[in-house]
């Protein structure tokens, strides 16, 4: 395929024409990936066999028209607001921090607000876009917070814009979050708590497993056998236990070794937390051992957002795929010993689960990872909302 050189006219320059920044420019305007690589693709071959030196202008052009004739005006209307590379806008946070706009923030920022990937980047186009169409350089962030808060209300609902208001105003204070996950291995807490942590820019992120390694270098085995049981195998170092039991008994055991370990780590579970409190910084507990009753370590004059999920996978077929997945990644994970004891895994995820629903928990069931992010998010606003309704005006000074 022939070369494509595109000459930028103000600036008397050419540059090779690239596919892939055509590609990112198209999904700023809303388009999914595939969509807005198989426009581009399109355009290049176009410009290969009939014009393969071009103008930017005569380049954006053609885009445009093409975009008009396969989504509609919406689109090609947010691609000429995106491709006019303005003046950078200034956010005034305060008299003394002034800020760029800066889209993926706010992209990001909407989809803490439980907004969908696709939504969150329509809603943000469209704020950029109105911003460049009423001529705006420098706008103060009350001022924005508001036209965003009229977008959401206007275009995704009373709802959505009330999200909006509550998470925004938890952004602004002080106060720290603690996110507490639990479920069964292979669950998916530490995909989903990597994903939480990357969302809402929170550094801490807390493995249990990896403060159980801990103690087990510090404590021999002789001293706390339980301790370097696998959860699911902690019922073989109960004292007295009997050697074959079965049925309901054996259940009963499961559950009776898996708190005894649960127990020994609710204090090096309890240690991070009270760090975290007192350094007001935000954290995210993972593992199979953070029980709904690690809320209750939570000193009760605290300010802490406190929120426990239970992640589920409720179809045995599905969990046992993961374990088989996990096998072919990681060999160290063991995944054959998984499969092995899959029965005590079950076992246990009936337990955390009735454990949950008893405590009021939320349980997510985790088959579609975006899916259940958005749950996760929705769920930390529903925890702020509970305290309180906000208004736009208590939010942002008009």
């Not at 995909?191 to 969302?199: F, G, L, P, V």
């Not at 087990?216 to 959860?231: C, D, G, Q, V, W």
């Not at 109960?238 to 009963?252: E, F, I, K, V």
């Not at 072919?328 to 054959?336: D, I, K, S, W």
């Amino acid at each position: 395929m022939a070369k494509i050189h595109v000459v930028n006219t103000e600036q008397d320059s050419t540059t090779p024409f690239l596919r892939g920044i055509l590609t990112r420019s198209l999904q700023e305007a809303g388009l999914s990936f595939d969509a807005a690589y198989g426009l581009a693709s399109d355009i290049r071959e176009s410009l290969a066999e009939n014009k393969p030196r071009v103008t930017n202008d005569e380049l954006r052009e053609q885009v445009r028209q093409l975009l008009r004739k396969r989504f509609g005006p919406e689109v090609e209307e947010r691609y000429l607001a995106t491709s006019r590379t303005p003046e950078t806008i200034w956010i005034q946070e305060s008299e003394e921090q002034r800020n760029p706009f800066s889209r993926g923030q706010l992209r990001g920022h909407l989809e803490s607000c439980g907004l969908g990937a696709m939504a969150a980047t329509a809603a943000t186009n469209d704020v950029f876009t109105g911003l460049v169409q009423d001529g705006i350089a420098d706008i103060g962030a009350d001022e924005l917070g508001l036209r965003i808060h009229r977008m959401l209300e206007q275009d995704y609902g009373k709802a959505a814009a009330q999200r909006y208001l509550v998470w925004t105003a938890f952004r602004r204070s002080d106060r720290p979050l603690l996110l507490l996950i639990g479920g069964v291995a292979g669950s998916g807490k530490s995909t989903i708590a990597t994903e939480i942590a990357h969302r809402l820019e929170i550094v801490r992120t807390q493995p249990v497993d990896m403060l159980r390694e801990v103690m087990r270098m510090m404590i021999p085995p002789r001293l706390l056998p339980a301790l370097h049981a696998s959860s699911f195998t902690a019922w073989q170092e109960l004292p007295g236990r009997p050697d074959a039991p079965s049925g309901a008994n054996h259940a009963a055991l499961v559950e009776d070794g898996f708190r005894a370990q649960a127990q020994l780590l609710s204090v090096a579970c309890e240690a991070v937390i009270q760090r975290t409190l007192t350094e007001r910084d935000s954290l995210i507990l993972e593992g199979v051992h953070v029980l709904p009753g690690l809320r209750e370590l939570i000193p009760a004059d605290s300010d802490a957002i406190v929120v426990p999920v239970m992640l589920s996978v409720l179809k045995p077929s599905t969990l046992r795929a993961r374990f088989r997945g996990r096998g072919r990644q990681v060999a160290t994970r063991y995944a054959e010993r998984y499969l092995d004891h899959f029965d005590d895994i079950w076992l246990m995820q009936s337990f955390l689960l009735s454990e949950a629903d008893h405590r009021d928990v939320a349980i997510i069931n985790n088959e579609v990872l975006e899916r259940t992010v958005q749950q996760v998010l929705r769920t930390i606003i529903e925890t702020l909302a509970r305290e309180r309704k906000f208004k736009p005006a208590e939010v942002f000074a008009p």
